[in-house]
């Protein structure tokens, strides 16, 4: 986890590399005398701190209690115990939330501009509680609260929580429990909604505490086209090194399977796997591999043996989604569809052959700011009246820093060593939007954390999933804001059903007693789901005026089919800044055209110059 820190502070999920020029501190003024975080140095790999990077701590007792609770001989490896990053994720997400202005950066060539986070001016920490104590990924619950409760300490503004696991009751999740921690200190907790899209009900994430991000596309592509020796030309996919392709030649053409060594199976060979590809036969070809997992390994052994470039195929599980990575040889990455067609014409030929571009950087393509097909969607299946994911952001093609501990190949043999990498995921999306919360934040440093979650889902462009694709001047000035108390909160958590002992876990040191009511209807979130819609339901809200003291709000909504949706007063007059007015949204079923999925729709105040916009899903039952 990592934290962000500003003149105004920040948290994140691991461990960074301190020397990455994302975060020198060049310009940087005194570090805020609020901060009581440490820069923890360890007998391992050391790291340092400065101006811009005020804090690095790894937390590893819960990890280590696991490893003695499995084996009480266990020996704790010597990588469990410092802060320094030796993967490559928790540079990028720290980075891509606070990393300062570093110029000529590119990939390979590919992407080339100025780097920086989302609140590039901002100080950021490291809280580190993911580790590979063996060949897998190790989160402990114990380690993720800690980090939370010592971000709390040291003085943090924004969590910024780049890791998850399937949605469960908030009881039950660690970092549901430790953002409800930090929201009762004033602090804004973003976390990712999860990789686990295209499937329904998959988002994580989803207390209303927490800001949940979903992952969309940008405008930006990164490419590699296939000309075919018939004259198709494929687009693909594609960051790589430069080698001994030239753009203009043609090369001979294989497939994998053609390809192998003696004793190999077929199977293998077409995926590419390790020793089973003949050297004497792909010398100085284009090399056609299926299956994307390994890809980037998959480069580095058909250069060994001699390839010029690479034509990788998703599977046909995989179909037509195609994810960038960064490739050792020059590489187009094609979906399935396209390379049954790069099949089929070198089964039409004695003597296929092929020409491919080099990386090229693409902008303004189209459709562009799509979802991803990966990331985690909704329904929110722990209380589908919460809308889940929050807002979307850019999650796919991301560049930011990286560890020099390890190349953007898992093969340790591989020596490459890149200072900046392409990553996508909603790992990435989230810490955009823990950017542009630091952003808000300093604008407004007042505001409550469901304000300033209010202000950018509600100032999101309308999109498929939660309120939208962020934007960020909107919303430093977002005319109105929903905005919900710590004691709004606990409200919605007795509601749950929990008892008062389950309500003083969360809300130790401080004692709270449940409401002898309470409506999840009236709950004040920016969005409204309303999963059983059967006869009429009336929904209350109430939005606060942080715009022009005198202004006029009118409302407007969509149609939603065989919905009926009536806003009352569908006019609000305010007279101050600060002033609050409460309204009532009713749906009821209309006509005989009944849906059996959720209907999309929208209700919009709008003062004008304003638009505060609130999704909406219905369900009808």
Same mark, same amino acid.
Request: charged residues 20%.
């Given at each position: 986890?990592?934290?962000?820190?500003?003149?105004?502070?920040?948290?994140?999920?691991?461990?960074?590399?301190?020397?990455?020029?994302?975060?020198?501190?060049?310009?940087?003024?005194?570090?805020?005398?609020?901060?009581?975080?440490?820069?923890?140095?360890?007998?391992?790999?050391?790291?340092?701190?400065?101006?811009?990077?005020?804090?690095?701590?790894?937390?590893?007792?819960?990890?280590?209690?696991?490893?003695?609770?499995?084996?009480?001989?266990?020996?704790?490896?010597?990588?469990?115990?410092?802060?320094?990053?030796?993967?490559?994720?928790?540079?990028?997400?720290?980075?891509?939330?606070?990393?300062?202005?570093?110029?000529?950066?590119?990939?390979?060539?590919?992407?080339?501009?100025?780097?920086?986070?989302?609140?590039?001016?901002?100080?950021?920490?490291?809280?580190?509680?993911?580790?590979?104590?063996?060949?897998?990924?190790?989160?402990?619950?114990?380690?993720?609260?800690?980090?939370?409760?010592?971000?709390?300490?040291?003085?943090?503004?924004?969590?910024?929580?780049?890791?998850?696991?399937?949605?469960?009751?908030?009881?039950?999740?660690?970092?549901?429990?430790?953002?409800?921690?930090?929201?009762?200190?004033?602090?804004?907790?973003?976390?990712?909604?999860?990789?686990?899209?295209?499937?329904?009900?998959?988002?994580?994430?989803?207390?209303?505490?927490?800001?949940?991000?979903?992952?969309?596309?940008?405008?930006?592509?990164?490419?590699?086209?296939?000309?075919?020796?018939?004259?198709?030309?494929?687009?693909?996919?594609?960051?790589?090194?430069?080698?001994?392709?030239?753009?203009?030649?043609?090369?001979?053409?294989?497939?994998?399977?053609?390809?192998?060594?003696?004793?190999?199976?077929?199977?293998?060979?077409?995926?590419?796997?390790?020793?089973?590809?003949?050297?004497?036969?792909?010398?100085?070809?284009?090399?056609?591999?299926?299956?994307?997992?390994?890809?980037?390994?998959?480069?580095?052994?058909?250069?060994?043996?001699?390839?010029?470039?690479?034509?990788?195929?998703?599977?046909?599980?995989?179909?037509?989604?195609?994810?960038?990575?960064?490739?050792?040889?020059?590489?187009?990455?094609?979906?399935?569809?396209?390379?049954?067609?790069?099949?089929?014409?070198?089964?039409?030929?004695?003597?296929?052959?092929?020409?491919?571009?080099?990386?090229?950087?693409?902008?303004?393509?189209?459709?562009?700011?799509?979802?991803?097909?990966?990331?985690?969607?909704?329904?929110?299946?722990?209380?589908?009246?919460?809308?889940?994911?929050?807002?979307?952001?850019?999650?796919?093609?991301?560049?930011?820093?990286?560890?020099?501990?390890? $190349?953007?190949?898992? %093969?340790? !043999?591989?020596?490459?060593?890149?200072? #900046? =990498?392409?990553?996508? &995921?909603?790992?990435? *999306?989230?810490?955009?939007?823990?950017?542009?919360?630091?952003?808000?934040?300093?604008?407004?440093?007042?505001?409550?954390?469901?304000?300033?979650?209010?202000?950018?889902?509600?100032?999101?462009?309308?999109?498929?999933?939660?309120?939208?694709?962020?934007?960020?001047?909107?919303?430093?000035?977002? $005319?109105?804001?929903? %905005?919900? !108390?710590?004691?709004?909160?606990?409200? #919605? =958590?007795?509601?749950? &059903?929990?008892?008062? *002992?389950?309500?003083?876990?969360?809300?130790?040191?401080?004692?709270?007693?449940?409401?002898?009511?309470?409506?999840?209807?009236?709950?004040?979130?920016?969005?409204?789901?309303?999963?059983?819609?059967?006869?009429?339901?009336?929904?209350?809200?109430?939005?606060?005026?942080?715009?022009?003291?005198?202004?006029?709000?009118?409302?407007? !909504?969509?149609?939603?089919?065989?919905?009926?949706?009536?806003?009352?007063?569908?006019?609000?007059?305010?007279?101050?800044?600060?002033?609050?007015?409460?309204?009532?949204?009713?749906?009821?079923?209309?006509?005989?055209?009944?849906?059996?999925?959720?209907?999309?729709?929208?209700?919009?105040?709008?003062?004008?110059?304003?638009?505060?916009?609130?999704?909406?899903?219905?369900?009808?039952?």
């Amino acid at each position: 986890m990592y934290m962000m820190i500003f003149d105004y502070l920040f948290s994140f999920k691991s461990s960074v590399w301190p020397e990455s020029k994302s975060f020198a501190d060049d310009g940087m003024g005194p570090i805020p005398s609020k901060w009581k975080g440490i820069c923890q140095n360890d007998n391992y790999k050391g790291v340092s701190c400065n101006k811009k990077l005020i804090g690095i701590r790894y937390i590893n007792q819960g990890t280590i209690e696991e490893l003695r609770a499995k084996n009480p001989d266990a020996v704790i490896p010597q990588n469990l115990t410092t802060g320094r990053d030796e993967e490559g994720h928790g540079t990028h997400t720290l980075a891509t939330a606070g990393g300062n202005f570093v110029p000529n950066v590119s990939v390979y060539g590919s992407g080339y501009g100025t780097a920086k986070g989302g609140s590039p001016k901002a100080r950021v920490a490291a809280y580190k509680v993911c580790w590979k104590p063996n060949e897998n990924d190790s989160c402990a619950s114990a380690d993720i609260l800690s980090a939370y409760d010592l971000a709390i300490h040291d003085g943090v503004d924004v969590i910024s929580a780049s890791l998850g696991s399937i949605a469960r009751e908030h009881l039950k999740n660690t970092i549901a429990i430790g953002s409800f921690h930090a929201m009762m200190n004033g602090i804004v907790s973003v976390a990712a909604a999860g990789n686990s899209g295209p499937d329904d009900g998959s988002v994580e994430n989803v207390a209303p505490w927490i800001l949940t991000v979903g992952a969309s596309t940008t405008d930006r592509e990164f490419t590699s086209y296939v000309t075919l020796g018939n004259k198709m030309v494929i687009k693909g996919a594609s960051v790589s090194q430069k080698g001994l392709l030239n753009d203009l030649d043609s090369y001979p053409l294989i497939g994998g399977a053609d390809a192998r060594i003696a004793n190999v199976s077929e199977i293998d060979a077409s995926e590419c796997k390790k020793g089973s590809i003949d050297p004497a036969k792909v010398q100085g070809k284009i090399l056609i591999c299926y299956g994307a997992r390994y890809g980037d390994e998959k480069g580095q052994w058909a250069a060994q043996a001699g390839a010029v470039g690479m034509i990788l195929v998703s599977s046909k599980e995989s179909g037509n989604k195609v994810l960038n990575m960064v490739h050792h040889l020059p590489t187009a990455h094609l979906n399935y569809t396209d390379g049954e067609s790069v099949y089929a014409y070198i089964n039409s030929t004695q003597n296929p052959t092929a020409s491919m571009t080099n990386s090229k950087t693409e902008f303004n393509t189209r459709p562009s700011r799509m979802m991803a097909f990966f990331t985690s969607r909704g329904p929110n299946m722990i209380d589908p009246a919460i809308f889940k994911p929050d807002v979307t952001a850019p999650g796919v093609d991301i560049i930011a820093a990286f560890t020099e501990a390890s $190349g953007p190949s898992p %093969d340790e !043999t591989h020596k490459r060593r890149i200072p #900046y =990498i392409m990553m996508s &995921g909603t790992s990435m *999306s989230c810490p955009h939007v823990a950017g542009i919360v630091g952003l808000v934040k300093t604008l407004h440093p007042d505001w409550s954390p469901a304000a300033i979650k209010s202000a950018i889902m509600t100032t999101a462009t309308p999109f498929a999933y939660g309120a939208g694709h962020v934007n960020p001047n909107s919303a430093l000035d977002p $005319g109105l804001v929903y %905005d919900l !108390t710590f004691e709004d909160y606990l409200g #919605y =958590i007795c509601d749950r &059903g929990y008892n008062q *002992s389950t309500i003083d876990l969360f809300t130790a040191p401080k004692k709270f007693t449940c409401p002898k009511s309470f409506n999840l209807a009236d709950f004040n979130y920016p969005s409204i789901a309303v999963p059983k819609l059967n006869g009429t339901i009336t929904f209350t809200r109430k939005v606060k005026n942080v715009g022009a003291a005198n202004s006029t709000y009118k409302a407007r !909504t969509s149609e939603i089919t065989g919905v009926s949706t009536i806003v009352e007063p569908s006019i609000l007059n305010f007279t101050k800044y600060g002033e609050e007015k409460t309204f009532k949204v009713a749906f009821s079923v209309k006509g005989d055209d009944k849906p059996t999925d959720y209907g999309f729709g929208e209700l919009v105040w709008s003062d004008g110059f304003h638009d505060v916009r609130s999704p909406i899903a219905v369900k009808l039952h």
